[in-house]
């Protein structure tokens, strides 16, 4: 009953969505908001929110379970933002608790009574994150930050009275401790140079674990007293040898010992055991020959879940850590795990679940039954989702030699002949492209439209061991280009791909390769498309000099010429075919002016480029209004450069 009820009220929504995009299509054009800055983009037919209409999507992530009930915060858009909504049991209707114009994404439960959680979320994307307090009793909400700077990574301790943060405060980079029972005790516990990540509290809550990042590669582990705020090195590199890799990071529950992730001595992240009397370090996945990017300690300590990444399809494990042997869990399809979170007391495992067919969702697994229950039902549209196309893992040669490998997305085969595609390139640098689903805008492009979808995962992305990591670093930034540039040419030797009609697009760093490409692979594509694009690394780094160890340092001559020297805005005379750039005013990662410069620089060529920007958003569009007219936009460029 509760199952339909939910599903009663999700085609209600969709039905308002469906008279809303029809309604604007009896029009006869789309019409921008006031807070959209529109260049080049000419009108948009009303017709185009109909066709997508039957592609409105949603999905759901886990932020946390109850303490003392079987229920769950997750966060899920049913208006204009994605909001906290609580859910009573599997299925159940989603009652949503926080109503606000911006998205919010992370909340945690007080942990042992959950008569509150704190929350955390910032405005107009402005990346000023502020910490909140809800009142489960009252629906009352109050601020427990300053709200002027970034407070995020909040975590409890074990008794529930204190929580730990991370902030930018005037006073400068800090962990901060507050009772948010008590606003007035937040002080800062120590000061911080750089990027540090609190990730867990000692069982007697005296220390706290912390994650020191340098980069991708090299991140190290300390321990913090939770009174005197003093520092003490637990893991950490050899003076003088290689880069080495901790993440995670979870006490055992008798607090001797610290269960962690490390690419020590390896090509990949293991699952590792830390004893801290005799600082030993124990391999407990040797035989897994990829990343285990996820762990998560049961309450008793008897279990640890963990997930990795092969080949960028996500497989779930449970390893017991009396005997350190793995435990038999159901295979689940192919997709993307991730935000595995066990439940207080119980034998009861969390998780977000998604795949080419199935929006993200949330999902149970109980260890002593293996019984697996849906808890949220996303809306696809009203679309057959079980005929969307599963990805194929491809691969090509590069210019070196080296094998790079992506996912390709087939359309239907009533499409006959060769087919368009659209290239679409990470972010991070160092993400990667998954197996997961693809949205309603791309398979909309595919269902719709014929166009086949390949997502690379080129040299720097993770998942591949960490030599592949480091291969676009500092000078060999290029090479990472030049994987896209080989990408380019296997598709002239695909029968059922058309190499005069490719569109390049990519978001944050992948709308930076984007821009590069089109400098120099410009007579192998139709178009182009990039979402907060990176014009230049060393006006970046003039911002965001904490990307250095990526990137390189701007301050080094020779580092300085080769970023201008590679710099899409000093090569804008190469592209002559069109582009479309999209950005938000108040981006806190890629500065907009990354965009405006790259802007006026094509401009200079005659070419037709398309310019878009939300004076309410930062670094990716939020907003449901303001991702619909971007879509919109998007399918008029793509009918109109790369179909035609």
Same mark, same amino acid.
């Given at each position: 009953?509760?199952?339909?009820?939910?599903?009663?009220?999700?085609?209600?929504?969709?039905?308002?969505?469906?008279?809303?995009?029809?309604?604007?299509?009896?029009?006869?054009?789309?019409?921008?908001?006031?807070?959209?800055?529109?260049?080049?983009?000419?009108?948009?037919?009303?017709?185009?929110?109909?066709?997508?209409?039957?592609?409105?999507?949603?999905?759901?992530?886990?932020?946390?379970?109850?303490?003392?009930?079987?229920?769950?915060?997750?966060?899920?858009?049913?208006?204009?933002?994605?909001?906290?909504?609580?859910?009573?049991?599997?299925?159940?209707?989603?009652?949503?608790?926080?109503?606000?114009?911006?998205?919010?994404?992370?909340?945690?439960?007080?942990?042992?009574?959950?008569?509150?959680?704190?929350?955390?979320?910032?405005?107009?994307?402005?990346?000023?994150?502020?910490?909140?307090?809800?009142?489960?009793?009252?629906?009352?909400?109050?601020?427990?930050?300053?709200?002027?700077?970034?407070?995020?990574?909040?975590?409890? !301790?074990?008794? @529930? #009275?204190?929580?730990?943060?991370?902030? %930018?405060?005037?006073?400068?980079?800090? &962990? =901060?401790? $507050?009772?948010?029972?008590?606003?007035?005790?937040?002080?800062?516990?120590?000061?911080?140079?750089?990027?540090?990540?609190?990730?867990?509290?000692?069982?007697?809550?005296?220390?706290?674990?912390?994650?020191?990042?340098?980069?991708?590669?090299?991140?190290?582990?300390?321990?913090?007293?939770?009174?005197?705020?003093?520092?003490?090195?637990?893991?950490?590199?050899?003076?003088?040898?290689?880069?080495?890799?901790?993440?995670?990071?979870?006490?055992?529950?008798?607090?001797?010992?610290?269960?962690?992730?490390?690419?020590?001595?390896?090509?990949?992240?293991?699952?590792?055991?830390?004893?801290?009397?005799?600082?030993?370090?124990?391999?407990?996945?040797?035989?897994?020959?990829?990343?285990?990017?996820?762990?998560?300690? !049961?309450?008793? @300590? #008897?279990?640890?879940?963990?997930?990795? %990444?092969?080949?960028?399809?996500?497989? &779930? =494990?449970? $390893?017991?850590?009396?005997?350190?042997?793995?435990?038999?869990?159901?295979?689940?399809?192919?997709?993307?795990?991730?935000?595995?979170?066990?439940?207080?007391?119980?034998?009861?495992?969390?998780?977000?679940?998604?795949?080419?067919?199935?929006?993200?969702?949330?999902?149970?697994?109980?260890?002593?039954?293996?019984?697996?229950?849906?808890?949220?039902?996303?809306?696809?549209?009203?679309?057959?989702?079980?005929?969307?196309?599963?990805?194929?893992?491809?691969?090509?040669?590069?210019?070196?030699?080296?094998?790079?490998?992506?996912?390709?997305?087939?359309?239907?085969?009533?499409?006959?002949?060769?087919?368009?595609?659209?290239?679409?390139?990470?972010?991070?640098?160092?993400?990667?492209?998954?197996?997961?689903?693809?949205?309603?805008?791309?398979?909309?492009?595919?269902?719709?439209?014929?166009?086949?979808?390949?997502?690379?995962?080129?040299?720097?992305?993770?998942?591949?061991?960490?030599?592949?990591?480091?291969?676009?670093?500092?000078?060999?930034?290029?090479?990472?280009?030049?994987?896209?540039?080989?990408?380019?040419?296997?598709?002239?030797?695909?029968?059922?791909?058309?190499?005069?009609?490719?569109?390049?697009?990519?978001?944050?760093?992948?709308?930076?390769?984007?821009?590069?490409?089109?400098?120099?692979?410009?007579?192998?594509?139709?178009?182009?498309?990039?979402?907060?694009?990176?014009?230049?690394?060393?006006?970046?780094?003039?911002?965001?000099?904490?990307?250095?160890?990526?990137?390189?340092?701007?301050?080094?001559?020779?580092?300085?010429?080769?970023?201008?020297?590679?710099?899409?805005?000093?090569?804008?005379?190469?592209?002559?075919?069109?582009?479309?750039?999209?950005?938000?005013?108040?981006?806190?990662?890629?500065?907009?002016?990354?965009?405006?410069?790259?802007?006026?620089?094509?401009?200079?060529?005659?070419?037709?480029?398309?310019?878009?920007?939300?004076?309410?958003?930062?670094?990716?569009?939020?907003?449901?209004?303001?991702?619909?007219?971007?879509?919109?936009?998007?399918?008029?460029?793509?009918?109109?450069?790369?179909?035609?």
């Amino acid at each position: 009953m509760q199952i339909d009820q939910c599903l009663g009220l999700s085609r209600i929504v969709l039905i308002a969505l469906l008279l809303a995009h029809s309604i604007c299509a009896l029009t006869g054009e789309i019409t921008p908001g006031e807070n959209l800055v529109i260049e080049g983009i000419p009108k948009i037919p009303g017709s185009i929110a109909e066709e997508m209409a039957r592609y409105q999507t949603r999905s759901a992530s886990l932020l946390d379970w109850h303490p003392a009930k079987r229920e769950i915060l997750i966060s899920t858009r049913f208006g204009e933002t994605g909001q906290i909504h609580i859910v009573k049991s599997p299925g159940a209707f989603r009652k949503q608790l926080t109503f606000y114009p911006d998205s919010v994404s992370a909340a945690s439960f007080q942990p042992h009574v959950g008569n509150y959680f704190v929350f955390s979320k910032d405005s107009g994307g402005n990346g000023l994150v502020q910490l909140y307090r809800y009142n489960l009793l009252t629906g009352e909400t109050s601020l427990l930050t300053d709200g002027k700077s970034r407070n995020t990574d909040l975590l409890w !301790s074990n008794s @529930g #009275a204190h929580l730990v943060y991370r902030s %930018n405060r005037s006073d400068g980079r800090s &962990l =901060r401790v $507050l009772n948010p029972s008590d606003p007035k005790s937040d002080h800062a516990l120590t000061s911080v140079e750089g990027g540090w990540f609190p990730v867990a509290w000692s069982p007697d809550d005296r220390e706290i674990l912390v994650i020191q990042s340098i980069s991708a590669n090299e991140r190290y582990l300390w321990l913090i007293n939770a009174v005197t705020g003093e520092k003490r090195s637990v893991l950490s590199g050899a003076s003088g040898g290689p880069k080495v890799s901790y993440d995670g990071g979870e006490f055992s529950r008798d607090g001797r010992g610290i269960y962690v992730t490390t690419d020590r001595d390896s090509e990949f992240l293991r699952l590792a055991y830390f004893d801290l009397t005799s600082k030993r370090l124990t391999f407990l996945t040797d035989q897994i020959k990829w990343n285990v990017e996820q762990f998560a300690l !049961s309450t008793d @300590g #008897a279990m640890i879940a963990l997930v990795t %990444n092969e080949n960028g399809i996500s497989r &779930l =494990r449970l $390893l017991d850590t009396k005997t350190r042997k793995e435990r038999i869990v159901p295979t689940l399809p192919v997709g993307v795990i991730s935000s595995i979170r066990w439940r207080n007391d119980v034998p009861e495992l969390g998780l977000v679940f998604e795949s080419a067919r199935s929006p993200a969702d949330v999902y149970s697994f109980n260890v002593r039954s293996s019984k697996i229950e849906r808890w949220t039902f996303s809306e696809a549209g009203t679309v057959n989702t079980e005929q969307f196309a599963e990805p194929e893992l491809i691969s090509w040669k590069s210019f070196d030699g080296r094998i790079i490998s992506g996912f390709l997305y087939r359309p239907p085969a009533r499409f006959t002949g060769k087919r368009p595609v659209i290239v679409d390139i990470h972010g991070g640098p160092e993400l990667q492209a998954r197996a997961g689903f693809l949205g309603g805008r791309d398979n909309y492009f595919m269902n719709e439209l014929g166009i086949a979808l390949i997502f690379p995962n080129i040299r720097g992305s993770s998942g591949y061991g960490k030599t592949f990591l480091s291969l676009d670093n500092g000078l060999l930034r290029e090479d990472a280009y030049k994987d896209v540039g080989a990408l380019l040419n296997w598709i002239k030797t695909r029968s059922d791909l058309d190499a005069d009609r490719i569109m390049i697009s990519g978001v944050s760093y992948g709308a930076g390769v984007t821009l590069a490409v089109a400098t120099r692979y410009n007579e192998l594509i139709r178009c182009s498309w990039a979402g907060a694009p990176t014009s230049n690394i060393f006006s970046l780094l003039r911002a965001r000099p904490d990307r250095r160890s990526e990137y390189g340092d701007d301050r080094d001559p020779q580092m300085r010429a080769f970023f201008e020297q590679i710099a899409p805005v000093n090569r804008a005379d190469k592209i002559t075919k069109p582009l479309f750039i999209l950005v938000g005013k108040n981006d806190p990662i890629t500065p907009p002016s990354e965009s405006e410069q790259m802007l006026k620089a094509v401009k200079k060529n005659g070419t037709p480029i398309w310019y878009m920007m939300a004076n309410d958003e930062g670094h990716g569009y939020v907003k449901k209004k303001n991702l619909d007219f971007a879509t919109y936009a998007t399918i008029l460029f793509v009918k109109e450069y790369l179909l035609k």
